[in-house]
């Protein structure tokens, strides 16, 4: 790996593992791959190759090659799921789990990009991404 690609991998990490409040980049690391497989069985197109090209490249290649989804997931589902992947998960856990990858993901994508990201979304995921819309926001679907 060259500096760059090490530098931008640690950065996405440390900020899973701050959010996360995890104990080790190992353990940020785990759920980061697991949180990004979920996702991109739920992206599709430019939206998620976009996505993917913001990511440290091993973490775009999770996104790519995705956990299969016969259906999107709405969010509370998305965190089962989660929970059902992680060792010791609980759905409470895996709430905090899936917000710490996602908010930083929403940081590394732009405001245009996590819009499109969210429209092929169920209803929901705003919050999970950490950028809760306004109350009176009608319904992504």
């Known amino acids: 790996m060259t500096a760059d690609v090490t530098a ?10 701050e959010r996360g409040e995890y104990d080790t980049p190992r353990e940020a690391e785990r759920v980061a791959r ?11 197109g430019e939206v998620r190759a976009r996505l993917a090209a913001r ?14 989804s016969a259906e999107p997931l709405p969010p ?12 010791g998960a ?13 908010s930083t993901v ?17 209803a929901g995921y ?3 991404f950490g950028r809760p819309g306004p109350p009176d926001r009608p319904s992504l679907r």
């Open 8 to 17: 931008r991998r640690e950065a996405f990490l440390a900020h899973v593992l």
């Open 34 to 44: 697991v949180v990004l497989a979920l996702l991109g069985a739920h992206l599709v």
């Open 55 to 68: 990511l440290p490249e091993d973490f775009a290649l999770i996104l790519l090659n995705p956990l299969q």
């Open 76 to 87: 509370e589902r998305f965190v089962r799921a989660t929970a059902a992947w992680i060792e």
């Open 90 to 102: 609980t759905e409470q856990t895996a709430t905090w789990d899936v917000s710490a990858v996602l």
């Open 106 to 122: 929403a940081d590394t994508a732009d405001d245009d990009l996590l819009k499109e990201i969210l429209l092929q979304l169920p």
């Open 126 to 128: 705003d919050l999970l």
